[in-house]
């Protein structure tokens, strides 16, 4: 089994900086991507940003281009989301997931990040 727990999330204002990390534990090898999504109160789960284990080719939604870095740590099995410039519409809980094959596998339970305005 594959174990992700997510960790960074809190309340930073307007313009502020956090960086959330995904640490991935248990059968991780055979990982072909890596993915962040997140869903606000009423709202339905987006995709944010992933990477692909090997090429670490990335992927980002538009509303968070330019603002959100994806990365990863090998070494650490570890997804890194730097996210600059935030904005309180980028409130919600951040959750990052395995893809193996042609799915998203595992998922984790996820970190609350708030931005007020």
């Known amino acids: 089994q594959v174990q992700l727990v997510e960790s960074g999330g809190g309340l930073v204002q307007a313009g502020g900086s956090l960086r959330l990390s995904c640490a991935a534990s248990?059968?991780?090898?055979?990982?072909?991507?890596i993915g962040w999504f997140r869903q606000a109160p009423g709202k339905e789960r987006e995709f944010v940003a992933s990477?692909?284990?090997?090429?670490?080719?990335?992927s980002y939604a538009d509303s968070v281009k330019g603002r959100f870095t994806i990365s990863r740590d090998n070494a650490k099995n570890t997804v890194y989301l730097q996210m600059n410039n935030l904005k309180p519409e980028d409130t919600a809980v951040y959750v990052c997931?395995?893809?193996?094959?042609?799915?998203?596998?595992?998922w984790g339970q996820g970190t609350q990040v708030t931005v007020s305005s």
């Open positions: 997931a395995m893809q193996r094959g042609s799915a998203y596998n595992y």
């Open positions: 248990g059968r991780t090898f055979s990982t072909d991507r």
């Open positions: 990477i692909w284990w090997t090429s670490r080719i990335t």
